[in-house]
């Protein structure tokens, strides 16, 4: 799969992208790192312990890298989790950590298909 192929499946915007970075090859250099971010590891182990003060750093680190990389789709949701977790849990965070995995799950696998180019 080609970057740009990459960004249709993970519903980035590839435009933007090259727009911010300059150049498809740093594009591609940051989203590979991406696969080894620890952020969401780092928000899965923080709503297991209930520490939703460090969950909320982790989800507010995903988008910001995701905002950088223009991966929108994933972007969008963690942007809606960092709000609903900045006082606290909420009702609304629930649903919202669901589509979070989800928009990651996506994510991780369209970047796992990227050719070796």
């Known amino acids: 799969m080609t970057l740009e192929e990459c960004y249709v499946a993970l519903e980035g915007n ?16 940051f989203a590979i790192k991406f696969l080894d971010d ?10 297991a312990s209930q520490d939703y003060s460090e969950a909320f750093r982790a989800a507010h680190t995903i988008k910001g890298v995701c905002q950088n990389l223009s991966f929108n789709k994933l972007g969008n949701s963690s942007d809606q989790l960092t709000e609903s977790l ?3 849990w909420t009702d609304a965070a ?8 989800a928009d990651y799950r996506q994510t991780i696998n369209a970047l796992r298909q990227l050719d070796d180019n």
Do not use: H, M, N, W
């Open 14 to 29: 590839y435009t933007d992208a090259i727009g911010r970075l300059r150049s498809e090859k740093l594009v591609r250099k």
């Open 38 to 47: 620890p952020s969401f590891q780092l928000l899965e182990d923080s709503l």
């Open 86 to 88: 900045r006082g606290g």
């Open 94 to 101: 629930g649903s919202l950590v669901e589509q979070v995995r």
